[in-house]
């Protein structure tokens, strides 16, 4: 199988917290994640690639000084929203992949709500 | 840009109904097109992948088929039951990881 963990899958924390979201690769290497922002009741959005090693690449339209992604090794990858905000209250989901157009393997989301 | 439609947005059926759900998409130019199902406050299961080159995949009780050309995709679900019931998302697949998705069926199926 393919088995992507997501941890934490709820957050609840003040206005001006970081907050830091794990996905992890369980039992393959993957050399892409991918981080994903759902609204309630809306489609997934791709919010950013992360290739192991190198810097993730952005879509239009988020900021990369507030979703800070980083993907240190074949196994992980972290997302970071910085000085979190009440707006940034969403569901979050990772994907990984062992590469280029090859099969998404999700976690299981993120709850995060600012106050 | 790529733009992803489901119809329709939520759906309600008794159990033991055979059922369709519908996906188009604007750009035909798909590397391939992914079915997945999900359940509330949860991520997501892929449940169907089809290659830009097939028409069909089945599994089990979901046979899931593709017109490129007309931008297309169906989801059929046989015999429902209510473990069935949950978002259903569509999604297509562009080269270098470009992934679009629909907005999701939501299926109730009653006992």
């Known amino acids: 199988g393919a088995v992507v963990s997501q941890h934490p899958s709820r957050v609840i924390c003040k206005s001006g917290t970081s907050v830091k979201i794990e996905c992890r690769s369980l039992d393959f290497q993957a050399t892409t994640m991918f981080w994903y922002r759902q609204f309630p009741k809306k489609s997934l959005m791709l919010m950013a690639t992360s290739n192991e090693g190198s810097k993730a690449t952005y879509e239009q339209g988020v900021e990369k000084d507030k979703f800070l992604i980083n993907h240190a090794s074949l196994t992980l990858s972290t997302l970071t929203v910085t000085s979190a905000h009440p707006e940034d209250s969403s569901f979050y989901i990772c994907?990984?992949?062992?590469?280029?157009?090859?099969?998404?393997?999700f976690g299981d989301g993120t709850r995060l709500s600012i106050l | 840009k790529q733009e992803v439609t489901q119809i329709p947005a939520a759906l309600s059926v008794p159990e033991g109904e055979n059922l369709v759900l519908n996906c188009s998409f604007t750009d035909s130019a798909i590397y391939n097109l992914q079915w997945f199902r999900q359940d509330p406050g949860k991520g997501l299961t892929s449940l169907l992948l089809i290659q830009s080159s097939q028409r069909e995949q089945t599994s089990g009780r979901l046979n899931a088929s593709l017109d490129k050309s007309s931008g297309r995709s169906t989801l059929y679900i046989a015999a429902s039951q209510p473990g069935d019931s949950a978002t259903y998302l569509c999604a297509v697949y562009l080269n270098f990881n470009k992934f679009y998705f629909g907005s999701g069926t939501k299926l109730n199926v009653k006992p």
């Open positions: 994907s990984a992949s062992r590469g280029l157009n090859q099969p998404q393997h």
